[in-house]
């Protein structure tokens, strides 16, 4: 009896420790503390949003700007395309801009992504037929195609706003990508 006197009474301060901690709360009427409301999300305003904006376009700006650094003659439109005329054709007037609206040119192109990863490319796809005013490019090669001149090869880089966008063309192209293209433009021939 002594034995069993002795286990009881090695328990007897954690089952006292035990009995400690809950009475109090069940004296106190087992009330529960209530945790706080998580904060309210707060809706950005107009001038967070333009703010958020404006930021990522100085970003994307930057990074084309250090991409371009190296090129001779880079030239920025005002909706951000650069590009650069790497051989221009001699004594060429035939400017893309002032040919009419229809009229086929054949671009021997490489269109990919600033990572490397090719989109399309002459070797594998074959020319590009662009028709002026009618091809469902993005705004940013009709731009780019403008400011050449039959016989020219140029390269640029495209902004996200004037290529592909927010959507982009998955799986190929992902959300907001900047488009490297190098290209040859001619006059697209029909074969004899």
């Not at 286990?7 to 009330?31: D, E």
């Not at 007037?93 to 040119?105: D, H, K, M």
């Not at 982009?168 to 959300?175: L, Y």
Request: net charge negative; proline share 8%; glycine share 8%.
């Amino acid at each position: 009896m002594k034995a069993r006197r002795e286990k009881h009474n090695r328990f007897t301060p954690w089952a006292v420790g035990l009995l400690g901690c809950l009475l109090p709360s069940i004296w106190s009427g087992c009330t529960e503390e209530r945790l706080p409301d998580a904060p309210p999300k707060q809706t950005p305003s107009t001038s967070d949003l333009m703010e958020f904006h404006r930021q990522r376009a100085l970003a994307l700006d930057s990074l084309m700007a250090a991409r371009s650094a190296s090129w001779d003659s880079v030239v920025t439109t005002g909706t951000g395309l650069r590009y650069e005329v790497i051989d221009g054709a001699p004594g060429t007037t035939a400017f893309i801009q002032n040919l009419p609206e229809g009229l086929v040119l054949e671009l021997h192109h490489r269109i990919a992504l600033l990572d490397g990863r090719e989109i399309s490319t002459w070797q594998r796809d074959g020319p590009m037929a662009f028709e002026l005013g009618r091809t469902d490019l993005p705004t940013g090669f009709h731009e780019l195609i403008g400011h050449a001149a039959i016989g020219d090869s140029i390269r640029a880089l495209i902004p996200p706003s004037q290529a592909w966008g927010m959507s982009g063309r998955p799986p190929e192209i992902p959300q907001e990508a900047v488009i490297s293209v190098q290209m040859r433009i001619n006059r697209y021939a029909l074969s004899p």
